[in-house]
């Protein structure tokens, strides 16, 4: 089971929107709507901004959204602030065999 | 609230055994639709995920590392342990355990990690 292509990087100024794409197969993003997101600061456990594709868990702002075209799952954040900057990580299901997959891993860089 | 927390050995040796220990609290291991899953990630590189465990017993593993891992659960005392066998350099990472909800097939609580290192 090969990691999920993500950009290595992707930059934007305060206030301006970036997405992050997660490219898979059709054995993982392409056939389940379960696709999470991960933050992580550096030293820091991820933490959960995403799930089943397009939700977001209590407490996680809503300039974080998700979507899903095919085997290519995006996360946008939109108003980026300077807090943003992290690694994101999106999480496929895979099936009850292989069950997860992570993708490579993306760092966000504010301006 | 639901908390988990890694602990084990900081250091091992080629060649040794991985003993790993997670131990949570405000979800129990025996309740329905619940799991507890393993992640690694090496300095500077991406997570990767490892196994899994959920409240039937079943069991999951990364099919890369299947023949290396062994997890298993302590309902009684709130634990999930990860054994990873024939530890290799390449093994040095941050390992965490997290909380499973198989309602969404998510991992949304984890564990603050706990860095390995092996080196003779």
């Known amino acids: 089971q090969s990691a999920l292509t993500q950009p290595a990087s992707v930059s934007g100024s305060p206030g301006q929107s970036i997405t992050i794409s997660c490219t898979g197969t059709?054995?993982?993003?392409?056939?389940?709507?379960?696709v999470s997101w991960y933050q992580q600061h550096p030293g820091k456990a991820p933490k959960l901004m995403i799930y089943e594709g397009s939700k977001r868990p209590s407490g996680v702002s809503n300039r974080f959204s998700g979507s899903k075209s095919g085997n290519t799952a995006s996360l946008t954040i939109s108003g980026l602030q300077a807090e943003d900057e992290a690694d994101y990580y999106c999480c496929s299901y895979a099936g009850s065999s292989t069950s997860y997959v992570f993708g490579t891993g993306t760092k966000v860089t504010v301006l | 609230q639901i908390t988990l927390t890694e602990s084990g050995p900081t250091l091992v040796k080629p060649t040794q055994t991985l003993t790993l220990t997670c131990t949570f609290s405000?979800?129990?291991?025996?309740?329905?639709?619940?799991?507890v899953g393993w992640i690694r990630q090496p300095p500077g590189k991406a997570l990767e995920w490892l196994a899994l465990?959920?409240?039937?017993?079943?069991?999951r593993y990364s099919p890369s590392l299947k023949s290396r891992l062994t997890i298993t659960k302590d309902t009684s005392k709130n634990q999930v342990v990860l054994t990873m066998t024939n530890m290799d350099p390449v093994d040095t990472a941050t390992y965490y355990c997290?909380?499973?909800?198989?309602?969404?097939?998510?991992?949304?609580?984890w564990g603050q990690g706990t860095t390995v290192t092996v080196s003779s």
């Open positions: 465990i959920y409240w039937d017993d079943d069991k």
């Open positions: 059709s054995s993982d993003v392409g056939s389940y709507n379960l």
């Open positions: 405000g979800f129990s291991l025996s309740t329905s639709g619940v799991g």
């Open positions: 997290a909380h499973i909800n198989l309602g969404y097939f998510v991992m949304d609580v």
